[in-house]
């Protein structure tokens, strides 16, 4: 049984903390990968929740893999969110205090997947051509990206 699940039998709707991991990959030509999300229709940066028995940077790493194909080598703390802010409840009625954690990656391997099950397209956007439509939850990301605020932000 997975760990949210197993969670969630037992706490029901109440509010868990949960942590979030995900990565901001760069390509040669410093466009960024950005997902479209199956969920929501949304762009976003892959990532998702941590699994027991993961490092953050696991988490990472196995998400990114299972939703674009791509498998990341060295990766950098791009920033820490936490706080009342990144508080949600989610359709389900399930309740999260969310820690989000961040990280850059320029150095990968494999072929990028166009879709599957997770994403509807998996693309690389130059930054001053970002996709519209980004997933709330990720413009603090990108907000920090454009705004070259020094790393590793910690909100």
Same mark, same amino acid.
Request: hydrophobic letters at 35%; proline letters at 3%.
């Given at each position: 049984?997975?760990?949210?699940?197993?969670?969630?039998?037992?706490?029901?709707?109440?509010?868990?903390?949960?942590?979030?991991?995900?990565?901001?990959?760069?390509?040669?030509?410093?466009?960024?990968?950005?997902?479209?999300?199956?969920?929501?229709?949304?762009?976003?940066?892959?990532?998702?929740?941590?699994?027991?028995?993961?490092?953050?940077?696991?988490?990472?790493?196995?998400?990114?893999?299972?939703?674009?194909?791509?498998?990341?080598?060295?990766?950098?703390?791009?920033?820490?969110?936490?706080?009342?802010?990144?508080?949600?409840?989610?359709?389900?009625?399930?309740?999260?205090? #969310?820690?989000?954690?961040? %990280? &850059?990656?320029?150095?990968?391997?494999?072929?990028? !997947?166009? *879709? =599957?099950?997770?994403?509807?397209?998996?693309?690389?956007?130059?930054?001053?051509? #970002?996709?519209?439509?980004? %997933? &709330?939850?990720?413009?603090?990301?990108?907000?920090? !990206?454009? *705004? =070259?605020?020094?790393?590793?932000?910690?909100?």
């Amino acid at each position: 049984m997975d760990y949210i699940k197993h969670l969630r039998s037992i706490v029901g709707h109440e509010k868990v903390l949960m942590v979030v991991s995900g990565a901001i990959v760069f390509d040669k030509e410093n466009r960024v990968l950005m997902q479209r999300r199956s969920d929501n229709g949304q762009w976003g940066f892959p990532g998702g929740f941590m699994e027991l028995g993961e490092s953050i940077q696991d988490t990472a790493r196995r998400e990114v893999y299972e939703e674009t194909g791509l498998q990341l080598e060295k990766l950098e703390l791009f920033g820490i969110y936490s706080g009342p802010q990144y508080d949600k409840t989610f359709s389900n009625g399930d309740k999260v205090s #969310l820690v989000h954690i961040s %990280f &850059t990656c320029m150095e990968y391997r494999g072929k990028l !997947i166009e *879709s =599957n099950e997770e994403s509807m397209q998996n693309s690389f956007f130059s930054l001053e051509e #970002l996709p519209g439509n980004i %997933f &709330t939850e990720h413009m603090m990301l990108v907000n920090a !990206i454009l *705004s =070259n605020k020094l790393r590793p932000i910690i909100e």
